[in-house]
């Protein structure tokens, strides 16, 4: 058994080194099928990091007239936080604003200038508010819209639901193409993979024709052809590894500049799930591929 | 050793091949089976080694009945029969040596056994010189010899040889036939399935004669008397 399958082996690269160019156009169609596969695998994890980020950075600002008294404060917060759709409520003073504002333009000295130069605190105390669920947002607004009182300077409700309904469907969008895309190039793939089989099947026609004369077993006769088309994956995930680290690299500064201040590092969540990655699309290509290699030798390999 | 009990093999378009045949092969016979081209004498080969199903009857070759013989069943069967075909079915990129070769391995041999008995094939068809040659550096009769070689590593008791001379001079088809009885004197049976009054009427052997797909004569020390 052991000796067959060894056999089997060298008949499988025999089969592909001398088709090597019906190998190689073979392995690239593949490659362009995980190519795809695995921009849509970025898209996603672009998108739901990019989702993520923006969550935690949501909250809403409700600006208080600096004569305001802290009791009034007091009673505010507790009346917004009785709202349903509050997840927290937090207090910054005038003073925790303005330090928090110097902080933030730390590295711009013309603005802290400026400040310095109007001599007084112009920053307002504030709460900020940040939601439970983002699906509520537009029920928080209302609530908030509806809170009459005399100490609310000004609100500060950004869209932010419309900016990650964009996100989503821009993610979604190219989701959707990526899917349809991967598609066509895995139905390519299949008959690539089909047609390569049929040809290898024809090149060694009088081979196989001799083995089933001689007493060469079904088994032995079909598996080189199905063992080359796993080959043939292995080969095409390897140069996909490859070829997708280079494009990861170069695509990565990119993202930290377009993304700044989110952290993205697409190039990392590739390599801490390598082989989850890779080696699900090994056991699904090459399933699809022994299928399609299955179809065309039993097809092809009866001469 | 082979019986064919009312065997009938019929072709799409209603053209019958093979037309209640009877027919008993003892072992270690040395049966001509002769008729004129499109009688039925290749589908009867094709039948004996499971490539054609038969439509009725019933086929036994050493107490196997291979009637409604399984896919999985044929390549032992084929392992039992050696066959030998007109155009010698060599791989012309292997030597005659690697043609042999390739039948053991392609059937799981060990590399010893193929060791041990492809040199003794080869040497008993005469070729143990000319081992390392390719097809197309022997002549025709060579070529055949080896496909002899090659139908004899699994040691058959059966030998099918299908028009065996019928690309060769009569020197080489001579010397084709010659080995064929010599094999069949260390008792292996041997059908020779041919066309080549010459041969048949020299050999002296049981003759069966085959005409549109049924036996018309069947003769213990027969001649060619189409």
Redesign the interface.
């Known amino acids: 058994m052991f000796l067959s399958i060894v056999r089997v082996i060298k008949f499988s690269l025999q089969d592909i080194f001398r088709n090597i160019w019906l190998s190689l156009v073979t392995i690239i169609i593949l490659i362009l099928a995980l190519f795809s596969v695995n921009t849509l695998i970025v898209v996603k994890v672009i998108g739901g990091n990019a989702i993520n980020a923006i969550k935690e950075k949501i909250d809403i600002n409700l600006f208080i007239k600096s004569t305001a008294l802290d009791e009034e404060i007091v009673a505010l917060e507790s009346q917004i936080k009785n709202i349903d759709e509050v997840k927290e409520i937090t207090y910054i003073s005038k003073e925790q604003a303005l330090e928090n504002f110097r902080s933030k333009h730390e590295e711009n000295p013309e603005i802290l200038e400026a400040l310095k130069e109007l001599g007084r605190n112009p920053l307002t105390p504030s709460l900020v508010i940040k939601p439970k669920n983002l699906d509520n947002f537009d029920n928080l607004i209302n609530k908030l819209n509806m809170i009459d009182n005399d100490i609310i300077e000004s609100k500060n409700f950004a869209n932010y639901k419309l900016m990650l309904e964009k996100i989503n469907a821009i993610t979604e969008k190219v989701s959707e193409a990526g899917i349809v895309l991967s598609f066509i190039f895995i139905l390519i793939t299949v008959l690539v993979i089909y047609n390569t089989v049929r040809v290898a099947i024809y090149t060694h026609r009088r081979e196989i024709m001799i083995m089933r004369l001689v007493g060469a077993s079904k088994w032995f006769v079909q598996m080189p052809y199905l063992l080359s088309s796993v080959v043939y994956t292995f080969l095409g995930i390897i140069a996909i590894m490859g070829i997708y680290y280079a494009f990861l690299s170069i695509l990565q500064p990119y993202l930290e500049v377009f993304f700044v201040g989110y952290d993205i590092d697409i190039l990392n969540y590739f390599y801490d799930n390598i082989f989850k990655i890779f080696g699900l699309q090994f056991l699904i290509a090459s399933l699809i591929n022994i299928i399609a290699s299955f179809l065309a030798v039993r097809k092809y390999s009866n001469v | 050793m082979i019986k064919f009990h009312n065997v009938t093999k019929t072709y799409p378009k209603n053209v019958v091949a093979l037309d209640q045949i009877n027919l008993h092969i003892k072992p270690g016979e040395f049966v001509s089976i002769v008729g004129q081209s499109g009688t039925g004498k290749t589908t009867l080969v094709k039948t004996l080694?499971g490539e054609e199903k038969i439509d009725k009857g019933k086929i036994i070759v050493g107490g196997w009945d291979i009637t409604n013989i399984g896919?999985?069943e044929?390549?032992?069967?084929?392992?039992q029969i050696g066959?030998i075909f007109q155009d010698f079915?060599l791989?012309t990129k292997k030597t005659l040596y690697e043609n042999v070769e390739?039948?053991m391995?392609?059937?799981?041999g060990?590399?010893k056994k193929i060791k041990s008995i492809v040199p003794h094939v080869m040497k008993i068809v005469g070729l143990e010189s000319k081992a390392h040659r390719y097809p197309q550096e022997v002549s025709g009769g060579e070529a055949q010899r080896s496909a002899i070689a090659?139908?004899l590593?699994?040691r058959p008791k059966i030998l099918l040889a299908d028009e065996p001379t019928g690309n060769l001079d009569s020197l080489n088809a001579n010397e084709v036939i010659d080995l064929l009885l010599r094999i069949n004197k260390f008792g292996t049976t041997v059908i020779l399935v041919t066309h080549n009054r010459e041969v048949v009427n020299k050999l002296k052997r049981r003759v069966i004669t085959i005409e549109n797909g049924t036996i018309i004569s069947d003769q213990a020390v027969g001649k060619y008397i189409l």
């Open positions: 080694i896919q999985r044929v390549p032992v069967l084929r392992r066959v079915k791989l390739f039948a391995q392609v059937c799981g060990s590399p090659r139908a590593v699994h």
